[in-house]
């Protein structure tokens, strides 16, 4: 059965600087792979998923993320954050030929002036 | 426009009651789903329907009693409530409910039981 890890519950950055979020999943079979994004009292929004193909994958709000098999990773990256990227970041992962997602614990990304 | 919208948005209620919230798409997807995120912002699918058949059950107590009286509706019943449910309650839709489509989330329901 799929498992998502994500590492860090809680990253504080400063305005304008890069940051990372990590998930690392656990699967037998190939998957596919998605960040979504809370806002706060908001639903979940879908950033970006990677399916096949290219690794590199951009979402919106200039957000990219890359797969790497090897690894088992699926990390979220952005150049440069503003205050409006506060919020909860989720990933999530699928086994193909699953019919459901498994989501990580989420890592809140908290922006400073 | 919303298009996934949930009712009421905050519920609070006494243990032993029992409590309806009620999801709305309007965005003519086939799939709809509840999900329950706990205190720790662990979300987890709890039921899926398509086109009002129920897809997924995960291992939730039979007093949780999802209900689609069509496929724009997602009804979610919960008999007799305890502690360990106050949670936020999120219905989502999805065009056709195969795994990698995107899922529209609605705002949430925040349940306390007392």
């Known amino acids: 059965a799929q498992s998502v890890t994500q590492l860090d519950s809680q990253v504080p950055v400063f305005e304008e600087a890069p940051v990372e979020l990590r998930c690392n999943y656990s699967?037998?079979?190939?998957?596919?792979l998605f960040w979504y994004v809370q806002y706060p009292n908001q639903g979940l929004q879908l950033l970006l998923k990677y399916l096949s193909g290219s690794t590199l994958v951009k979402g919106i709000n200039g957000f990219e993320a890359e797969f790497n098999k090897s690894q088992t990773s699926f990390h979220l990256r952005k150049p440069s954050v503003h205050i409006s990227d506060t919020a909860e970041y989720f990933c999530?992962?699928?086994?193909?030929?699953?019919?459901?997602?498994?989501f990580g614990q989420g890592t809140r990304l908290t922006i400073n002036p | 426009d919303t298009a996934v919208s949930q009712t009421p948005k905050y519920l609070v209620t006494q243990m032993g009651n029992d409590k309806s919230i009620k999801c709305e798409q309007n965005l003519g997807h086939d799939t709809m789903y509840w999900y329950k995120q706990d205190s720790k912002k662990f979300l987890k699918i709890m039921f899926s329907y398509n086109n009002k058949e129920l897809i997924i059950n995960e291992t939730v107590p039979n007093r949780f009693s999802p209900k689609s009286p069509d496929k724009a509706h997602l009804n979610l019943h919960i008999n007799s409530l305890e502690l360990g449910d106050s949670a936020v309650y999120f219905c989502a839709s999805s065009p056709t409910g195969n795994v990698f489509d995107e899922q529209y989330f609605g705002p949430g329901t925040r349940l306390t039981v007392t």
């Open positions: 699967s037998s079979v190939s998957v596919y």
């Open positions: 999530a992962v699928s086994d193909q030929g699953a019919q459901k997602l498994v």
